[in-house]
């Protein structure tokens, strides 16, 4: 890959230099008011609609899902669109019925949360693991991949460490101004991120146009993809039968069919949009309304994000299929997924590779102050104030915020140096989903039970949290051990070890549903209506007319898409 032009290191320092003098000026304009923690770690009333759409989203996309996400565009297709498309729906559970709970038990960080609605062990558990994961899974996964992407496209050779301690300063730099710095400064990431993308997918596409002879027309280079790789274009991935290949049957481990759509999507995304701090954080800190226009808002953006980073992977994979990209295989003849958006970055021309470094770069820098300031919120307000110094002033909150995002963005950096976790050797987003997946059945079943039935109790949350995370392990890993690879609740396949699997998805779904079970049969042992159990009012739910009409749009997209590419 050739390395950058001058007007590409012009291109992105103007980036820089427009990111860091906003969140300079956002942060000067109001600094009186940053003697006030929650206003620091939340942004309290200041954040728009526009503003905390566009940081769900800046905060969301990072290098995990221009890498993984277009390399597994490659493998499969469309159908890992899923992902998104079903986000931008749990997008709307989130903010028709979720926030309004939050908001309306004055509810800042998730310890909290279970702190209010169960008990402090509970409480506790959960903001030292959540410390740990984002500090040793996703900031670390975020810096590696973000340095090992930009430092391809810089043509390698020695550049990994700078490019690492560079993107974490810069994070460190935006976070440290506050929520409110990151929120506006991520208006700007979100837009440099989508017109870098959509450059990206218009090169990517505009390349397959010229190899079948077609001329520089991008909409004929989207009409040969489907019509060279049609099953690259089916949103639901098919049940293997007898004799299918292997290939067929990695992608359905990776994505199960309409299975799928029963059990582990529906948790992922509700956890990580409905359950986590680094999310709904962005929200906490606004009136109802505000709230859910912004999350409808990250919804409907939600669903470019295919367009952005899975395109090009299917494009890479049609160009490699006919004879192109030969000078990117690995020793050996592979392509390796993982590198087909690096692939079509290489041939941008001068100018927008400097664009697409910049959007790449906002992603990251974004993912990473988003997650380090979630880290000194629940630090702040659920560790230090709570068992550290419980007289500590707003300023001096302040001021262990600030020292904790330092500290965090330094460790990351520390345990990234030499790739201390194997992060390379699994794979960023196979790291990240190892770490995250086996927890989510049982913090989301925590969380819906808690919101919505009022008889929970806290030793069923406690109960819930453990079956969640035992029976994760036990399906994924002891399942087909013990009951063989076929029940009458799931099928397990020859994966490409020769080890038989159950789809993890399938695994997330059945772990969920029994955790679902302990924790009602656990909490029918106690009282009819736990005392801490939140007052819940049908007016809370109600929604506004324009709020509505921003649900119907995103359904029907969604739909139009499903209908098309079924």
């Known amino acids: 890959m050739e390395k950058f032009a001058s007007v590409d290191y012009v291109i992105f320092v103007i980036y820089f230099f427009i990111v860091a003098g906003y969140g300079y000026w956002i942060y000067r304009k109001k600094t009186s008011a940053q003697s006030s923690s929650k206003d620091y770690f939340l942004a309290e009333g200041s954040l728009t609609w526009w503003a905390i759409g566009a940081s769900?989203?800046?905060?969301?996309?990072?290098?995990?899902?221009?890498?993984?996400?277009?390399?597994?565009?490659?493998?499969?297709?469309?159908?890992?669109?899923?992902?998104?498309?079903?986000?931008?729906?749990?997008l709307i559970i989130v903010a028709v019925w979720f926030i309004p709970v939050y908001l309306k038990n004055k509810i800042f960080t998730m310890p909290q949360f279970l702190n209010n609605r169960y008990n402090e062990t509970t409480s506790l558990i959960m903001a030292v693991f959540w410390l740990f994961l984002y500090v040793f899974v996703n900031l670390t996964s975020i810096l590696y991949l973000g340095a090992i992407a930009i430092s391809s496209m810089a043509g390698g050779g020695d550049s990994f460490h700078v490019i690492?301690?560079?993107?974490?300063?810069?994070?460190?730099?935006?976070?440290?101004?506050?929520?409110?710095?990151?929120?506006?400064?991520?208006?700007?990431?979100?837009?440099?991120?989508?017109?870098?993308?959509?450059?990206?997918?218009?090169?990517?596409?505009?390349?397959?146009?010229?190899?079948?002879?077609?001329?520089?027309?991008?909409?004929?280079?989207?009409n040969k993809l489907m019509e060279d790789s049609p099953n690259h274009f089916k949103m639901i991935v098919d049940k293997p039968g007898p004799g299918a290949s292997q290939e067929d049957i990695n992608k359905y481990l990776m994505l199960p069919g309409v299975g799928m759509y029963l059990a582990g999507i529906w948790i992922v995304n509700l956890n990580y949009w409905g359950c986590n701090q680094y999310i709904t954080q962005r929200a906490l800190g606004a009136d109802l309304k505000t709230a859910r226009t912004g999350i409808l808002f990250a919804g409907l953006l939600k669903l470019l994000m295919p367009i952005i980073v899975m395109l090009p992977g299917i494009a890479a994979y049609v160009l490699y299929k006919n004879g192109a990209l030969q000078q990117e295989m690995a020793p050996g003849g592979v392509?390796?997924?993982?590198?087909?958006?690096?692939?079509?970055?290489?041939?941008?021309?001068?100018?927008?590779?400097?664009?697409?470094?910049?959007?790449?770069?906002?992603?990251?820098?974004?993912?990473?102050?988003?997650?380090?300031?979630?880290?000194?919120?629940?630090?702040?307000?659920?560790?230090?104030?709570?068992?550290?110094?419980?007289?500590?002033?707003?300023?001096k909150m302040v001021w262990v915020g600030k020292i904790t995002i330092v500290v965090s963005i330094l460790v990351s950096v520390l345990f990234t140096w030499n790739d201390t976790l194997g992060i390379g050797g699994a794979g960023g987003f196979t790291f990240i989903q190892k770490y995250t997946g086996f927890i989510s059945p049982g913090v989301f079943a925590m969380f819906l039970l808690g919101m919505f039935w009022k008889r929970t109790t806290g030793p069923a949350a406690i109960t819930g949290l453990i079956t969640g995370f035992g029976l994760s392990v036990f399906f994924n890993e002891f399942a087909t051990r013990v009951f063989g690879p076929e029940t009458w609740i799931y099928t397990a396949y020859l994966n490409k070890h020769g080890m038989y699997e159950i789809p993890f998805q399938i695994c997330m779904g059945l772990a969920f549903a029994f955790t679902l079970v302990v924790m009602?049969?656990?909490?029918?042992?106690?009282?009819?209506?736990?005392?801490?159990?939140?007052?819940?009012?049908?007016?809370?739910?109600?929604?506004?007319p324009s709020v509505m009409v921003l649900i119907v749009i995103t359904l029907l997209l969604v739909t139009a898409i499903y209908v098309r590419f079924w």
């Open 335 to 395: 392509f390796h997924a993982d590198n087909a958006y690096s692939a079509i970055l290489g041939y941008l021309p001068n100018g927008m590779k400097g664009l697409a470094l910049a959007a790449l770069t906002a992603a990251i820098v974004a993912g990473l102050a988003g997650k380090a300031n979630s880290i000194a919120t629940i630090f702040t307000l659920d560790i230090y104030k709570k068992y550290i110094r419980k007289e500590a002033s707003e300023a």
């Open 164 to 222: 690492m301690v560079a993107l974490a300063v810069f994070a460190v730099i935006i976070t440290l101004g506050g929520m409110r710095v990151i929120g506006f400064t991520d208006v700007i990431q979100v837009v440099v991120l989508i017109i870098g993308g959509v450059a990206t997918t218009y090169v990517a596409l505009t390349l397959v146009s010229e190899h079948f002879g077609l001329g520089k027309d991008v909409l004929a280079g989207f």
């Open 520 to 544: 009602i049969a656990v909490s029918l042992l106690g009282p009819k209506e736990n005392p801490k159990a939140f007052e819940l009012d049908r007016r809370m739910f109600r929604v506004e």
């Open 56 to 90: 769900l989203i800046a905060s969301n996309i990072s290098a995990e899902q221009f890498i993984g996400m277009s390399g597994n565009g490659f493998e499969v297709g469309i159908a890992v669109a899923a992902y998104e498309l079903i986000a931008a729906i749990a």
